[in-house]
């Protein structure tokens, strides 16, 4: 980040909340796919993301986990003359006939131990906030009789908005590979029970179809696809920025006039058709890398559509190119930025919004 860049950690309503599902946590210990190994690995560096998932995952992977290298110990042991019927028959009572579970629970449960530690430390993904709590019972309840979706996803689904009693949860991104709770989430009766406990709808998708602009999809478990992350995962989370904070969005910028009489002190920017525009604002903006968050210090009291405006607020039903210019304030006066912030507050492609928190 720009070491002019506002104070950090970014504001939360700048940052997303990713919510990983269960078998998400499984392909990252495991090296499974590469495509969600770097994924998870851009949004853990990212300054406007926060990696997370709940209690009720964690209970999930580690039964998950102790199957997992129960089977591994079963197969290695008996190489190419494992009898996979049976190995299928006593996989959920671990009881198959070439391993004692008791001769290698301590190897188990020692990596299953490791591989929480690594979920936390080498992920950076927190679950230990989101707890199970008796609220999510009603939600759950309602979602589980009433769709396809199973008490387990329920569940999961409803904790990722509602972390702790106190706390419900404004924007979340869920990120799961089971096509079935995917493509289950669309059901409308989701949303009347979410509505009923005053619940915000996460958004779902699913690993192997991720989209752009509900346009471009990519494949986290292709690994042909991976050449396109670099430029696919910036500009995802920056659609995701502006969804959350669509009613604060003013557009992006533009490069302004190249004349000699231009003032090169300006910023400039695309206001949407048919978007309101007042005065007097705050106003936040975010660069186009990603690399950047500032905070005007002072209220922009005059925007320009060629010529000032002077009737607010301001909207057109085409979209319209604004000029404005930010300041500093100088110990109560207000003064130019320095060249080389506004010359990045110029860049064209940065998102600009009205800054509801004020002075920041």
Request: net charge negative; charged share 25%; proline share 5%.
């Amino acid at each position: 980040m720009e070491p002019w860049s506002d104070l950090l950690p970014v504001r939360e309503r700048f940052r997303i909340k990713f919510y990983l599902d269960t078998n998400i946590l499984v392909y990252l210990v495991d090296n499974t796919y590469s495509g969600v190994l770097q994924t998870i690995n851009y949004l853990k560096d990212s300054n406007f993301s926060d990696l997370v998932s709940s209690k009720y995952v964690i209970f999930e992977f580690v039964g998950i986990r102790k199957k997992e290298h129960y089977l591994r110990a079963v197969v290695s042991s008996g190489g190419l003359h494992v009898n996979m019927s049976s190995l299928l028959k006593y996989r959920d009572d671990f009881n198959a006939s070439e391993v004692d579970f008791n001769s290698v629970k301590t190897a188990i449960k020692q990596k299953v131990m490791q591989e929480l530690e690594e979920i936390t430390n080498n992920f950076g993904i927190e679950y230990e906030r989101n707890i199970l709590h008796d609220s999510l019972l009603a939600p759950t309840f309602d979602i589980t009789l009433s769709t396809k979706i199973s008490r387990h996803d329920a569940l999961m689904y409803v904790s990722s908005v509602w972390g702790d009693a106190e706390l419900k949860e404004e924007y979340v991104f869920v990120i799961s590979n089971d096509q079935g709770f995917v493509q289950n989430c669309s059901d409308e009766e989701i949303d009347i029970a979410l509505q009923n406990h005053n619940l915000q709808k996460p958004q779902v998708e699913w690993i192997r179809s991720m989209q752009e602009n509900d346009v471009h999809r990519l494949n986290l478990t292709v690994p042909e696809d991976d050449v396109h992350l670099t430029s696919f995962l910036p500009s995802k989370l920056k659609e995701l920025i502006i969804k959350k904070n669509n009613k604060f969005f003013l557009g992006k910028t533009i490069q302004c006039g190249n004349g000699a009489r231009f003032p090169t002190d300006v910023v400039c920017f695309r206001l949407p058709a048919n978007t309101e525009l007042q005065s007097n604002l705050y106003l936040t903006i975010i660069g186009r890398d990603l690399d950047f968050i500032y905070s005007t210090k002072l209220p922009v009291s005059d925007f320009w559509d060629q010529i000032p405006i002077n009737n607010y607020p301001f909207h057109k039903p085409d979209a319209t190119d604004i000029s404005f210019r930010p300041m500093e304030d100088n110990y109560g006066t207000p003064s130019p930025l320095p060249t080389n912030v506004i010359s990045r507050l110029r860049e064209s492609g940065n998102l600009v919004f009205i800054n509801p928190d004020g002075n920041v």
